[in-house]
């Protein structure tokens, strides 16, 4: 049997409340669903970057070919340095000179200061040649003790007979006493054109005497033997520790006689 129509369209009192609800529910904002294209912006896309600066391309490859160029320079300079020699720094303090000036107003006597057993082993020394002990001086590979040109031929020549002067341009063998009056053998010899030096055994006397550059210097005195007649040389020496470096022109000059 068929519904009336009563019975097909009644509504109750609790579903009409339950509609008026649902219907007021669909009306208030703060239920509804936010689309993706309507939300908020996230803090980090409004806020700037901090600390980061743009890079302009062109001007960091302007700083790396600087950068470049710069470095190719000190690789140059540094080359154009290599092998050669250090500039020294000058001695040119008072101190020094006046602790040069008081040794050489000594004057020192050879036959007291190296000869000391008192045997007379010359009748005549030169006058003495004073020197500072160069870099030069003291190296294995040089081999030599260099003696001012002037100062030899002020003061040693006189000594020397015309043959013995032009056997010296070969080398002329001579014996030289050290500083406690053991002697060895060693040539004096005109290296290059005309420079003086000894050499030969040269070595071996810096190690025996333990020479050291710049703070030792020496009074080198030649005379001819009274028994031998052969040309000798005595070398005394004279420690100054204060003194570290090359003297300056104005002490070499007022303390060392013709010094080259």
Avoid at 23 to 52: C, F, H, M, N, W
Avoid at 63 to 71: L, R
Avoid at 132 to 147: A, K, V
Avoid at 155 to 174: F, H, M, N, T, Y
Wanted: proline share 5%.
């Amino acid at each position: 049997m068929a519904n009336s129509p009563e019975e097909t369209t009644s509504v109750t009192r609790e579903d009409s409340e339950a509609a008026e609800t649902l219907i007021q529910l669909s009306q208030d904002t703060r239920y509804q669903p936010i689309e993706e294209e309507d939300a908020a912006p996230s803090s980090t896309q409004l806020l700037p970057q901090v600390g980061k600066t743009p890079q302009n391309p062109c001007s960091c490859k302007k700083f790396k070919a600087e950068e470049k160029q710069h470095s190719k320079k000190d690789n140059k300079k540094s080359k154009s340095t290599k092998g050669k020699r250090v500039k020294l720094e000058v001695d040119d303090t008072n101190e020094t000179l006046m602790i040069l000036q008081e040794w050489n107003r000594t004057k020192p006597d050879p036959m007291k200061t190296i000869f000391t057993d008192g045997v007379n082993v010359a009748k005549l020394f030169s006058k003495p040649i004073k020197k500072q002990l160069t870099m030069s001086d003291i190296e294995i590979g040089q081999g030599r003790l260099m003696l001012g040109k002037q100062q030899v031929q002020k003061k040693l020549l006189p000594l020397l007979e015309a043959s013995e002067i032009s056997q010296g341009r070969e080398g002329l063998d001579v014996s030289v006493y050290g500083p406690n009056g053991a002697v060895q053998t060693m040539k004096y010899k005109m290296w290059g054109k005309d420079t003086p030096v000894l050499t030969t055994g040269w070595n071996d006397f810096v190690e025996k005497y333990k020479l050291a550059k710049f703070c030792d210097f020496l009074t080198i005195w030649m005379f001819r033997h009274n028994v031998s007649g052969k040309i000798c040389f005595a070398i005394d020496k004279n420690r100054f520790d204060t003194i570290t470096g090359p003297l300056s022109l104005r002490i070499s000059n007022s303390v060392i006689e013709n010094p080259n």
